[in-house]
């Protein structure tokens, strides 16, 4: 394992899933953290990079869109991936146009949430070398 792991932020309103996809990855040897509030995210933010964002789009006040376009400002490296219960195609494409990595429709397969960080990781390892 690298000394230098690869950071998730995992933003969602409900608490469950961020702590199971907190447990999924940390066993997988990343460093997680998760935040049930937009605002506390974006905040976060503010002084923090992150490799990976893994957000929901509908939240309260604070939304995922916003998250992502917060971070593709202030990151441009960082892989963000929107994962939501709207699956409307507009949405889907107007994350993807913002620079959102990948979105998934929930409920998801865990594998499946994880087979896009791995390849998430992957790109970010491969624009390092």
């Not at 146009?97 to 994880?114: D, H, Q, T």
Request: no cysteine.
């Amino acid at each position: 394992m690298a000394v230098n792991k690869i950071s998730i932020m995992i933003v969602d309103d409900e608490p469950i899933v961020g702590k199971r996809l907190k447990r999924l990855f940390e066993k997988n040897g990343y460093a997680v953290e998760i935040f049930t509030r937009g605002s506390l995210a974006l905040k976060e933010l503010e002084n923090k990079k992150f490799d990976i964002i893994i957000t929901d789009l509908k939240m309260g006040k604070v939304d995922g869109m916003q998250i992502l376009e917060t971070a593709r400002e202030k990151y441009p490296d960082t892989k963000i991936i929107i994962i939501s219960g709207l699956s409307k195609n507009t949405l889907v494409i107007d994350a993807l146009k913002k620079g959102a990595f990948s979105f998934i429709v929930k409920p998801f397969k865990f594998n499946e949430l994880k087979e896009v960080v791995y390849r998430a990781h992957r790109e970010l390892r491969d624009t390092e070398n």
